[in-house]
């Protein structure tokens, strides 16, 4: 049995020392530090660890960490939508994206060719930019092969940039393959349409891809998952997992209700009915925003790693 | 100025008076009024009408009321998620869901062989039987066509069903098309890998199908989204009017926050800085359960619509 | 065991069959469904019936259905808070709720004189007419009796009131007490206030009224809790039939969530913890926006209670 | 203009570096920041803090914590509910409350004598001991004084006390005035309650202590709030200040929604309206758990308070 603790501040305290401290405190920071502890468990576990976030965490300043996180071993697989890959390539080729306001004027961001994503604003200039960009790399790609995956669309991508903060980037020099079961829902879709256009026989091909996530891990192999947010990203790799005999671990982390049933709100404990997670502390849920949630129990956990020299 | 007005009961009150009285108590009820006014005047207006759903919904009732609507010419477009067709065929072959328990022992029914998706459980043997129903389905398909699209292959699923409340079913009846970005995403996603390990020249093409969202609209035509829940559904939708000029009407109902700056809560407040949206009044959220406020705003609709002769 | 049935709309579907249907439909639709269950349960059983609610839906329309409630018998005690108390007595004095905007500019609306309370709006010299109407009510209730609890103050305020669509006139017509344990907490405890300055020997007795919602039912008696929102409302008449043997029915309704451990999002799962509810028939939380649910579900619970003429 | 930088691990990170880079993040992680600088300004400012809280956050860790942000001189004022201070007290004399599960059988919780509050538990005989504890407290009261006000209650009481770790025993020692105005609204109202059965001269005034937090400002002074969680503290601590001429600053931290206009959802936007803040810089919202953003950010607080000798 364990006991509410007091918090208190000590001066110079440490991120590493918050997470334990909030272990004690009660409510979400009970599950945020169980959450550390899951994730420190997957991993000297050996488990193959399935990353999954959203479009909008690109957008935001996650991005590098995530990239980080790819360098450091911590994900062996990552799904995601294609929102968040155009991003990646945007800010690899310098783009910046503005910290706004919630409470903007969205009639006049519009009318100055801004877009709001919560916060955060994207010039209409970035996706010009995405727009030159792009096409050569889809040539490329056709030039070489005409049926592609889009794991292996965005490891050619991956390959080409040159910027350590990026995710396509030090996920293709790590090999860690990334899947995004709806590769044409954005920009990216409209790029691949044009070409097709002029190139009939260029095929995309995400049957393919399934096979791929299918055998990215194995019945006999332990396998854990960080899910943040919802979205199709965090339900395709509780499929793949399921497939190959469920997960052994989960940490999701959202805002999203259970109480409508949806797959973004879905907490680890609907995950057991599924065969996916077997034990309760090896299934946790954090709910609140990824942008604070994530950073502090990821840093939490790259502390003990490094403490115990796994990374 | 409107002004609040006390809410009355009048014995056997209709759905529809219901409806016009929320309109004035204040809060979501106020949005909820909004939302039947703005799809009224988006149909009256020949607005092509693209509506979205998670899958769910489909899980739930909804399903039939959503083969309803599409009999009754209410939407033109539907953009949704694999699984929810899974389950829209599981039930036109006789599936049955139950009604269970948000807080049921998960650990219990994964050994009993249920799933739960919310507070409705779905058991393995209708996923067993929808093995069985696939494979030839699939295999018709491509005996007929190599090279076929998502949209192509639900027209084809929902012509060989014989079930009125189908969506398929009526969706392919009434030539409105089903676009499903993602459609590896669930059980279909491995039946198609499946299929495809033996028939190496069966692809799915879902690049074309952007083609054919694009083209399911154009800059001349008003368009309207009614968007239920958030996913890529949602973003599919939006994405393929904005490429098309933008909407001029928009409807989302969602549980989702929009502090996160996720799709999934995004407003259609922030919808009018993409250019999607262009007037505060055709542009309304509403915060809350879909398996409650959409038949409450929809039934609204359909009555004052019956009344005017427009269905 | 219960299954899962396809909504369908029938041209001049009323209130009371669309509740039905829901009852099948899933997510919050079914918890709805059984809220209204609960509560006719409680009424047929001869429960004494606590009703709570937060001041903003008393500065929503729900404030005349409050009184149509009262009136119909449904509530045999009320706890509040008093914000909402000092708008129903506005109310009651001719004074008009604006119905208007979410996203109005909070700036724009303080130069204007006009306070927001989500998306209504309430007039600064609504709040001054208060003042003129409640200074002397004060004074008559002081001319009588120098120690007063709340719930005697609402009393007397009620029966000078002219109003059949006013909570506190038919609460006092109908012997209603209303509780509200925290009197000063708004413009009425400034004049409260304003008044002990001139009359040191006026008191308001709020242990007193301790006594008499402790004493407004028995360990004997069945209890049902209606509980709309959360704050000390929903707390306080939790505790009062906690010290007598606990709740026998209970309905939640809240947009709040229950991961922080807050009142205001327990649900009342965990009032069973608390040894207030012991049956898990008995004990429903329907989660969403009170100005629709709390509708839906009453409304319909008064159609049964019609028809069996208990009502 | 700012704009999105990827945050980054660095060994050895502390609290405050994290918060700096949560800053340049996006979503709620900025308004992290924001209200981290905010809290700093209005410290600076001379200003007069106001800080409000749930009784749940003291059955949590943070009791401590903010024990120890009145021995620094944070706040001037606390406004709470009485639920906190009943459990301040047992905690004071050697009470624990257990980590426990936020899936826990309830029923089985009851027949233990386990009590509830999200992921914490609270034995029966916390409750029992804390009658043994409270009886002679009044008693010693009401030997010095008749009629007193809650506030003046919560001093004595303090003054008692020999914890460190004691919001009350701070509170007392620092002069920082304890406002609860639904002082009955607990354990606490059935002791004075029984109490005054016996001596019916006992009065608590609570009219008297609306007079009391008047003044514990005024219309020259600064004034901020720094609001956690909503209910009744949040509403009155507002309500004093505005009749004192308003906010100068505003913090609010909460999980609720401002979609239905509940006083525990309303964001520092809508506050605006009410004449309350002026500067949007100077209003900062919130969104999530309070057990970890409250942490998060007043460490960084004070560690720059700090840095700057004012702590």
Not at 131 to 157: A, H, Q
Not at 159 to 176: F, W
Not at 240 to 247: D, I, M, T, V, Y
Request: with cysteine; glycine share 8%; hydrophobic share 40%.
């Amino acid at each position: 049995m364990e006991f509410v603790k007091d918090l208190k501040w000590k001066e110079g305290m440490d991120v590493n020392e918050l997470v334990s401290s909030l272990g004690k405190v009660g409510f979400q920071s009970v599950e945020l530090k169980k959450a550390q502890e899951n994730i420190i468990k997957m991993k000297k576990d050996g488990a193959k660890i399935y990353l999954t976030f959203t479009s909008n965490m690109v957008t935001s300043g996650l991005r590098g960490f995530f990239a980080q996180l790819i360098k450091l071993g911590i994900p062996d697989v990552i799904v995601t939508t294609v929102g968040g890959m155009e991003e990646d390539i945007m800010k690899a080729y310098g783009e910046e994206f503005v910290i706004g306001d919630f409470q903007a004027n969205d009639v006049e961001l519009y009318e100055k060719g801004v877009n709001r994503v919560g916060n955060l604003f994207i010039r209409n200039e970035s996706y010009s930019k995405f727009e030159d960009l792009v096409s050569p790399i889809i040539k490329g790609i056709y030039s070489k092969k005409k049926r592609v995956t889009p794991s292996e669309i965005f490891k050619e991508i991956g390959l080409g940039l040159k910027d350590e903060d990026s995710i396509l980037y030090q996920a293709a020099k790590n090999n860690v393959p990334i899947f995004c079961p709806a590769i044409t829902d954005g920009a990216f879709g409209f790029h691949l349409f044009m070409f097709q256009q002029n190139n009939k026989d260029f095929i995309v091909d995400v049957v393919k891809d399934f096979q791929n996530i299918l055998f990215s891990t194995s019945q006999d192999e332990k396998k854990g998952l960080i899910s943040l947010g919802g979205s199709i990203s965090k339900h395709h790799a509780i499929l793949a997992c399921l497939l190959n005999g469920g997960l052994d671990y989960a940490v999701y982390m959202t805002t999203a209700r259970h109480t409508s049933g949806s797959m973004s709100g879905a907490t680890t404990n609907e995950a057991k009915s599924w065969g996916k997670v077997k034990d309760d502390s090896d299934a946790i849920t954090v709910i609140g925003d990824v942008s604070i949630n994530f950073p502090l129990v990821m840093i939490s956990v790259l502390e003990e790693l490094k403490k115990d020299e796994i990374i």
